[in-house]
């Protein structure tokens, strides 16, 4: 018996054995970044056990220059430049993607987001691959009523939906795909990289965010929370590391409010453990989460939180225990959570101590890479077989085969 989710009892179904040889998985994504989604699978391709998982990647576009030097040395890479699924460029790139799974002998293509996903999968199944898995770890706040059409066409040609969170779950049940085509594995974080020591304060409070500027992080929230403490504690520091398409209106709305040196947009963070080790409160306002990359961060961190109530967030940090909880948009919620936080400093330590803990014994980067290692050995071992396989992460559900079928991506979570 396995138990890599502390919630759910995993357990190896009798029919699992060992594989013979590793599953071949091609991860198929837009670009590389530094955001959560993406930052999870150069996690993974580093991590995974090659007796078990043989990884290649894939890269749709690839071409800018971030993407490159993220670029992963421990894999296969190809980079296949397509900038639009209308171009040309597109047809050949398909024949290209398609001798590459064949090259490599794939037996489970892993999509991340919708331009990858619509490339990708019939391409994978022109080229004989045996399962298709798609990634959603957002709960489609952004998906037009186009994408949500294009999604039930597709959902015919995958045979697993893998999500993070509960949340993301009752998601993609509630857009119509069938619960058992659903498969939740949790993400996790390598708490080794973040020291878990506690700031020493030294007369200037800080308060930060690590997020991706856009609208539903919320941020607009958390600086108008800011001015309101600033009235109470002009002390105090606020920092936002991140960079996104909303930093003009955020810097405008600091600009406005008179906050301009009490407020900062540091932009793009490399070294985030260093700047969570500066906080003294770490704080994701969100108006939605899937499982949040950035809250695995602040708990590694030993950070004292203060978190909306979305999304998995009430999953990772338990009210009181591991953080503060409050709803989102409430500005004088959240502005009452940060200074209980700053004023009690015994909580904070306590709350970041418990936050810790949590992470190192439930969220582990190693018990991650596990859950993947364990769903995609099932994979192999289904192939070629008329009967369904089984999820290990999910405790014996049973996911049957589909019968066959005749610039920061806002799918990204921080």
Known sequence: MINTIPHVRVTRPREFTIAARPA???????????AGTETQLLALLQAFDRTRVAPTLALLDGDDATSRALEPTC??????????????????????????????????????????????????????????????????????RKHRLLNRVYRTLVDVTLTNSDAGRASLEAEGVPADRVAVLENGVDVERFAASPRAVTGEMRVGVVANLRPI??????????SQLLARHPA?????????????????????LNLTDRVRLLGAVAD????????????????????????LEYMAAGRAIVATKVGANGRLVRDGVDGLLVAPEDVTELANAIERLITDRDMARALGTSARRRACESFSRDAMRLRFEDFYA?????????????????????????????????????
């Open 24 to 34: 071949r998985v091609c991860f198929l994504i837009d670009n590389l970044s530094r």
């Open 378 to 414: 099932m994979q192999v071992q289904g192939h070629g077989s008329d009967c369904g396989f089984v999820v290990p992460a999910l405790a014996g559900l049973r996911v049957e085969r589909p019968a066959k079928a005749g610039t920061t991506n806002p799918q990204s979570e921080p």
């Open 236 to 256: 105090l520091r606020f920092e936002i590391a991140g960079d996104g398409p909303q930093r003009g209106e955020l810097q405008s709305q600091i600009d406005s």
């Open 75 to 144: 894999c296969p890479v190809l980079r296949l430049g397509v900038k639009s699924l209308a171009s040309r460029r597109a047809w050949s790139a398909a024949r290209t993607f398609s001798a590459f799974l064949r090259r490599h002998g794939t037996d489970v293509l892993q999509a991340y987001f919708l331009d990858s996903l619509y490339f990708g999968v019939p391409v994978a199944r022109w080229a004989g691959v045996s399962k298709i898995v798609r990634v959603r770890n957002n709960l489609g706040y952004w998906l037009t």
């Open 217 to 226: 992080k919320g941020l607009d929230v958390f600086v108008r929370a800011a």
């Open 272 to 295: 985030v453990p260093a700047f969570l080790a500066s906080l003294d409160v770490a704080v994701l306002p969100s108006r939605s989460e899937g499982m949040s990359n950035a809250i």
